[in-house]
C-alpha cells in the first residue's frame, strides 16, 4: 500500500478489525513515519438478473429491497429483516460464484425468506412476484402457507 503523504511502497499494517462488511486497517510508513486508515472490501463478481421478458440488467439491490418494503408495508417486520433478506440474495449468488441469476430463482428465495418472517408480507410479495391473474392465485398461496404450517406443527 502506498503511503499517501510521500509516497513510499512500503508500509506496515499496525491494527485489523472488522468494520461495516470491510476490514479497517491502521498502517503506518515507514519512511516518513505518518499513519493512515485503509478499507478493504471483497469484490464480489458482478450480478446480473435476467428479466421474464429476456432483458438483462445488473442487480439492483434498491430495487429489490423496494419491493420488499411494499410487501411489508404497517407489517411487524424490521428494515434490519429487509436489509438482510437482500444481503442473503446477494450472499447467496456471490458464494454461488454465479454472475447472472433470473427474477424468477431471486422472487422464490425472496418468498422463502418472507413466509418465515411474516405470512401476510409473503402474500402480498407473492401477488406482485407471481402476477396474480385472478384469486384463485391468492387462494393458491394462502392454501400453500396453510399447508406449511400444518406441517410444522406436527
Given amino acids: 500500500m502506498r503511503c499517501p503523504f510521500c509516497g513510499e511502497k512500503d508500509t506496515r499494517v499496525l491494527d ?31 450480478l446480473t438478473v435476467e428479466k421474464k421478458d429476456g432483458s438483462v440488467q445488473p442487480f439492483d439491490r434498491n430495487k429489490l429491497m423496494e419491493g420488499i418494503f411494499n410487501a411489508i408495508k404497517k407489517r411487524p417486520v424490521t428494515a434490519v429483516q429487509v436489509q438482510g433478506i437482500v444481503d442473503a440474495v446477494e450472499e447467496r449468488y456471490a458464494n454461488e460464484m454465479r454472475t447472472s441469476v433470473t427474477t424468477t430463482e431471486i422472487g422464490n428465495f ?45
Wanted: glycine letters at 2%; a negative charge; charged letters at 35%.
Fill in 16 to 46: 485489523s478489525r472488522p468494520s461495516e462488511n470491510k476490514i479497517r486497517r491502521r498502517r503506518v510508513c515507514d519512511n516518513c513515519q505518518k499513519r493512515f486508515t485503509t478499507y478493504e472490501a471483497v469484490e464480489l463478481p458482478m
Fill in 110 to 154: 425472496v418468498m422463502e425468506q418472507l413466509k418465515e418472517i411474516d405470512p401476510v408480507a409473503y402474500v402480498r410479495f407473492a401477488s406482485v412476484y407471481q402476477d396474480f391473474s385472478d384469486v384463485e392465485g391468492f387462494i393458491n398461496a394462502v392454501s400453500e402457507l396453510g399447508s406449511d404450517h400444518k406441517k410444522e406443527d406436527k
